[in-house]
């Protein structure tokens, strides 16, 4: 998925719609395909909206607890 050029444009798609139409300033990633994309997403929110957009990425957390067990 890191390299699919269009990943970057249907994650600002979504996310652009969910902002406009239903108020949304906080996303959480919860797919492995998302891993370290987070930060790349709330920089052009933040750019296009000109205010903070949080995205969290909860994968990397999860795969943390799972490899202690």
Request: net charge positive; aromatic share 6%.
């Amino acid at each position: 998925i890191k390299t699919d050029s269009m990943l970057l444009d249907k994650m600002l798609k979504v996310a652009s719609f969910e902002i406009e139409n239903n108020n949304v300033d906080t996303f959480v990633l919860g797919c492995g395909c998302f891993i370290g994309r987070s930060h790349e997403l709330e920089k052009h929110l933040r750019i296009k909206y000109n205010k903070t957009i949080k995205v969290l990425d909860l994968v990397g957390v999860t795969l943390a607890v799972a490899a202690t067990l």
